[in-house]
């Protein structure tokens, strides 16, 4: 409101002076009332409860319930004097001990991500001048009140949200702020009744690139547009990603289902009168055998691993399972500029001889291909050169035309490097042709005008130049250049002018006239006093020469991009503050609107008819206004998302960014939204993907968004999407792979209690799998390159297509897991049959195997046993059994390479990764077996070599069977096989 | 491994305790024994030959009935004194009880490289059982220990094991131990060791390896 409000109506408001400023008893009494001029930090969340949070999370409960069963039970036995009660005791250490390096595990990748509100405050400026007791004093900008009276010059930070109140050609940079990158001048007038538009307002956080001004502070802290953002921002909920929330879903199976066995088991194992005591430790072993406690730690350093290969791409991910988030995205709402254009204005078409050229607009261009044969072309050329101001900043020379910097505006510049491109050195035909007067462009002339003296010796006229809005070039003239003739300029060339200005400012071009005069030697001579006041010089009569439009092009990456995207089922929807016009013809050139689709307008044009006549379901493309969409209620605007497939919208505010975002979210879509400037932070963090800009972003839009584009390509997105899509399938894998032992972990403990046989495997062990052999294989799926086109299928349901689903349960529990589970118990009966057990001995002998007393157990040779004796067999069981889930485990790593493909396909030797897995898994399984056999804690025995062969034909067999398996989903798709064994 | 007869388990091991003057204490030691020995009446053990020889008793064929080895027998009353027949109580009522030591059977093993493994108990020395029997006054009175059969060996001709099948009737020799000046209301550990060569009893995991300990307390 304070920009309406004239100077006298403001100091009486908050009751201060513009000479004086505020007495500093008033000024500390406001600052008592309003707190300082900074904004809030968000209430952080204590670093130890986070800690704890990780410590309780995913499947820590269950552990930790193992753990603490295991110290009761370690504390019975204690207590009853049992003779060996330290292994309870070990065991209670080693889940804890994983339940906690896991946590700091999970808390140090989550401390890596940055607090939003970080890069707010870092943009708070330092100190301030301010006029209190009528004295100008140095002050530290949060001690500002409302009402203090400041004055900034050229370079400051804005203190505050500031009402102007003298100014002396004052610019401020409000990209931070609007997005708009060109500096806005500031004066003390009341322009516009959006505050955000007047002049007379200066944005607190905003810089001030030149010029001086006073002004008064009327808001401070949180209270200033920015600190409303910066709430609005942190307001704005974090959305638990796709990934985050298939984990979820996956932790509550494995746990649901380590629950139900665990506690049906218990019932069991009470009911078949053991004691209550043994029944607890069983129940450990259920949970520590179906709990994949390396799996979490898994997927997290899949997912670094897939960022860093991202980071590569220039897509720089800041949250670990937003790389996810990106493969499963299914609307990206992109900027327009600097995004899928070029930022950065480019001669696209000339008209000149009654005809249009196209240009290369290409990043690297180096030569132009249109025909530059005709002597207009020359005499065009020579305006473009000459009536230009803008310059290569020196030493440039060795940089392509492109990448040079120029001191000039966007359109100057374009120019510049058209004609450097084609004539090659302006500055030097500048040189020849040495100006001798100028006018520059201004908004009320609208045109730029040059006078030169010529390059040709023989020639002493002066060549006047002009370039400008072409109608008002046009109007300048009276002749029209033909093939470099003079024709005079009849109303029929004046229409073909008319077309031509059409159609390119049809296709979203800032088109620019040229014409000149060749000054009459006589009546200017050499020393003619040329004087730009008066314009002693003619303006008018002039010869047209040509047109030139220019555009910000396109990237030339993006068409491929946008089709890449169209073909993985993604939407893009351009959102831009630009012209309709103009953001038409970019989407239209980049395939965002694909050629033969049409918008309402489109049709209503083609047949004729009103608008409102038209049927909207048939046109599949939409441009909408921002003016419109502030019009529009929630269900218009779902209305327009969901029936047209190609969306442009144009001029519309950053607000109404996060309206539109809010608007593909209920259509249930996974949103991508690319932002650069602080108001875009709202957007960035409601998308599920939020994706600053590197290069032209503000820290706080990094800070929002998830992802931040090194390069601001879109194209990059793209890639991005691909690896995110990827890391989903191969987490699927993981996930396949690590799930598929857990029944061959599980079974020994049910058997172990229904058929009361020695235990075939112990809970140590069963972990030094779990976090042992198994987690470098697992982490190694991840190197696995895509089976087929992943971009050509659509994105995932986020509904039905989960990580884990039933078939992949199924198949890996209850089909591999039990081939597996059958070759492990292979191995365990054999090797118990050649020490002297055969099976049928082995059935119901659990009491007096584990029977202290009996030092004399007669085994099927007749030889007798001792307890110690029995042990150590009973751990070089432990040992067989875990060395043949490692084996079938290799078998298991190899299959799950693919899910359709045979591994022939796939290749057994591209992923080099996964052989490093391998040999880990063997290494370590071979230094566990022989190297700590003598820990007696860790229950492993040196094996004899030929138990680890026992188990090799079950790895040949779930290898076999699972290509037979693939084979059919690939012969007959779509079969019940198919839709069943498809994971 | 080596066991040990009558055996009755505590929390912490063999632990035999009785009273000489209530003899529902001892009975059912005594019933252990008893039963313990019917596998080796002379009925039980007429499948079984005499052996004299003093060595192993090699056998490289089956001579026995059915494609059997041989087997030689040990009847109880080689345990003379403790044999059960002479004295049904095996001295437990006065205070002079016996115990059965035996070794596990396994298949081709041959103990002591020749010359028969004998049994040889003591006392363990630890802390806790000196400082007792210090109490009592005598520290330095060793235990006093009858074995039979003489010496208490095993005889090499019951060596080596061929298994279950090959010698279906095989039954292990044992050695007897009388225990003859155990004090009384005393809590004494003894350990009885298997000697002989490549026979072990310092496993410190087996406490059963080469050895038995046990604990014995006679009361009055």
């Known amino acids: 409101e304070d920009h309406k409000l004239s100077t006298s109506e403001l100091e009486e408001k908050y009751g201060t002076s513009i000479n004086k400023g505020l007495s500093s008893a008033r000024a500390a009494e406001i600052l008592a009332r309003d707190g300082p001029n900074s904004l809030t930090p968000p209430k952080a969340t204590p670093e130890i409860v986070k800690f704890l949070k990780q410590m309780v999370g995913g499947f820590s409960i269950l552990l930790w319930i193992g753990a603490v069963f295991s110290w009761i039970s370690f504390a019975i036995q204690l207590a009853q004097g049992a003779e060996s009660p330290f292994d309870n005791l070990y065991l209670g250490v080693v889940l804890a001990l994983v339940v906690i390096l896991t946590g700091i595990f999970a808390y140090y990748q989550e401390a890596k991500s940055t607090n939003i509100m970080a890069s707010f405050s870092k943009m708070i400026p330092q100190q301030a001048l301010v006029i209190r007791d009528a004295e100008k004093k140095e002050l530290p900008a949060d001690q500002l009140v409302v009402g203090d009276i400041v004055e900034i010059k050229g370079g400051d930070r804005i203190p505050a949200d500031i009402r102007l109140i003298s100014t002396q050609g004052c610019k401020v940079d409000n990209s931070s702020l609007t997005g708009e990158s060109e500096p806005q001048s500031r004066s003390c007038d009341f322009t516009h009744e959006n505050p955000l538009e007047t002049r007379n307002i200066a944005f607190y956080s905003t810089t001030c690139v030149e010029g001086t001004a006073t ?283 008319q077309t031509a200005y059409m159609e390119l400012g049809g296709m979203g071009e800032r088109v620019l006239g040229f014409c000149h005069l060749y000054l009459p030697e006589n009546e200017f001579p050499d020393t003619y006093p040329f004087d730009t006041d008066s314009m002693n010089f003619p303006t008018s009569n002039l010869c047209f020469v040509g047109l030139l439009s220019m555009i910000d092009p396109p990237r030339s990456t993006v068409p491929d991009a946008v089709s890449k995207c169209r073909s993985a089922g993604i939407k893009v929807i351009m959102v831009t503050g630009d012209h309709p016009i103009t953001a038409k013809a970019i989407a239209k050139s980049v395939g965002i609107i694909s050629a033969t689709s049409e918008t309402v307008e489109d049709i209503a044009k083609r047949l004729n008819i009103p608008v409102e006549q038209v049927n909207r379901r048939e046109a599949t493309a939409a441009v909408v206004n921002g003016m419109e969409l502030k019009d529009m209620s929630l269900q218009q605007l779902d209305e327009i998302l969901c029936n047209h497939s190609e969306i442009v919208f144009a001029r519309t505010s950053p607000q109404q960014k996060l309206i539109i975002v809010e608007g593909c979210q209920r259509q249930g879509a996974v949103v991508a939204v690319t932002g650069d400037g602080v108001n875009d932070s709202p957007a960035l963090k409601k998308a599920d993907i939020g994706i600053a800009m590197g290069i032209a972003g503000s820290d706080a839009a990094k800070n929002a968004a998830d992802m931040v584009l090194l390069d601001d390509n879109f194209a990059s997105i793209v890639t991005g999407v691909e690896e995110g899509r990827l890391i989903f399938d191969n987490l699927k894998k993981t996930i396949a792979y690590t799930l598929t032992k857990n029944i061959a972990e599980l079974c020994p403990f049910l058997i172990y209690i229904i058929a009361s046989i020695p235990m075939p495997i112990g809970t140590i062990t069963i972990l030094f799998i779990d976090l042992g052999t198994d987690v470098i294989p697992s982490v190694a799926l991840a190197y696995e390159k895509a089976e087929s086109d992943i971009m050509n299928r659509r994105p995932r349901n986020k509904r039905k297509d989960r990580l884990v689903n039933e078939q992949l349960a199924v198949y890996s529990y209850l089909q591999i897991g039990i081939m597996q589970s059958v070759g492990a118990f292979v191995t365990y009966f054999t090797v118990y049959a050649e020490q002297g057990f055969l099976p049928s001995t082995l059935l119901g002998v659990r009491v007096d195997w584990e029977n202290n007393a009996i030092n004399d157990f007669e085994d099927s040779y007749g030889q007798e046993w001792t307890k110690y004796q029995r042990m150590y067999l009973q751990w070089t069981g432990y040992t067989a059994f875990f060395v043949s889930i490692t084996i079938q485990q290799v078998a298991d790593l190899i299959i799950r390479k693919t899910r359709r493909n045979s591994i022939f396909q796939q290749g057994l030797f591209r992923n080099k990764v996964i052989w490093v897995g391998i040999f880990s898994q063997i290494g370590i399984a071979l230094i566990l077996t022989y190297g700590l056999g003598h820990v007696t804690a860790l229950n492993f025995m040196p094996l004899r070599f030929q138990y680890w062969f026992v188990a090799v034909p079950f790895a040949i067999l779930i290898w076999v069977y699972d290509e037979v398996r693939k084979l059919f989903i690939r012969r007959y798709p779509g079969s019940w096989w198919d839709k069943n064994m498809y994971y | 491994g080596v066991t040990l007869r009558p055996d009755v388990y505590g929390d912490r091991g063999l632990q035999i305790y009785y009273n000489v003057s209530d003899n529902k204490t001892w009975e059912s030691l005594v019933t252990t024994l008893r039963t313990f020995l019917t596998a080796y009446t002379p009925a039980a053990q007429r499948m079984n030959i005499n052996c004299t020889s003093d060595t192993y008793f090699i056998q490289d064929t089956f001579d026995g009935p059915n494609k059997t080895k041989l087997s030689c027998k040990f009847t109880s009353d080689m345990l003379q004194n403790c044999s059960g027949i002479t004295d049904p109580t095996f001295g437990f009522p006065e205070g002079k009880p016996c115990f059965i030591i035996k070794m596990n059977r396994i298949i081709k093993f041959f103990p002591g490289n020749g010359t028969a493994p004998r049994v040889d108990c003591t006392y363990v020395v630890t802390n806790e059982a000196s400082f007792l029997l210090y109490n009592q006054g005598d520290e330095s009175r060793p235990l006093e220990v009858d074995y039979y059969p003489v010496n208490g060996t095993f005889n090499l001709h019951y060596f080596p094991y061929y298994g279950k099948k090959a010698q279906p009737s095989y039954s292990n020799p044992l050695v007897a131990v009388k225990f003859l000046n155990i004090t009384r209301n005393v809590e004494l550990k003894i350990v009885c060791k298997i000697i002989g060569a490549g026979i072990t009893f310092d496993n410190v995991h087996d406490p059963y390896e080469g050895k038995v300990e046990f604990k014995l307390k006679i009361e009055d």
Not at chain 1, 394 to 403: R, V
């Open chain 1, 215 to 497: 002004g008064m502070v009327i808001n401070t802290g949180d209270r200033t547009v920015i600190g409303r953002i910066a709430s609005l921002a942190s307001g704005v909920g974090n959305e638990k990603t796709p990934i985050a929330i298939e984990i979820e879903h996956f932790v509550y199976l494995v746990a649901g289902v380590a629950i139900s066995i665990g506690v049906l088991f218990f019932i069991i194992s009470v009911s078949m009168r053991y004691k209550i005591l043994d029944s607890i430790i069983f129940l450990i072993g259920i949970i520590v055998a179906n709990v994949p406690e390396g799996l979490l730690a898994t997927v997290t350093v899949s997912l670094s691993l897939t960022a860093k290969r991202m980071a590569k791409k220039n897509c720089l991910v800041k949250n670990l399972e937003a790389v996810e988030t990106l493969g499963s995205t299914s609307i990206i709402c992109s900027d327009k500029t600097g995004t899928l254009t070029q930022n950065r204005m480019t001669v696209a078409h000339l008209w000149f001889d009654n005809q249009i050229y196209s240009a290369d607009t290409s990043e690297d261009q180096t030569t132009q291909p249109f025909d530059q044969s005709s002597p207009s072309w020359t005499a065009l050329s020579k305006i473009v050169t000459l009536c230009n101001r803008a310059e290569f900043r020196p030493g440039q020379e060795n940089l392509p035309i492109m990448k040079r910097v120029v001191v000039g505006d966007a359109s100057e510049t374009a120019l510049l490097k058209f004609a450097e491109v084609i004539l090659g050195d302006v500055m030097n035909i500048r040189a020849r042709n040495k100006k001798v007067a100028e006018i520059p462009f201004n908004s009320t002339n609208k045109f730029q005008l040059s006078i030169h003296e010529t390059d040709d010796p023989n020639d002493k006229r002066f060549l006047l130049v002009m370039k400008g809005a072409p109608e008002r070039i046009l109007e300048k003239c009276s002749t029209i250049m033909i093939n470099g003739k003079e024709e005079p300029l009849d109303s029929e060339k004046a229409a073909a002018f």
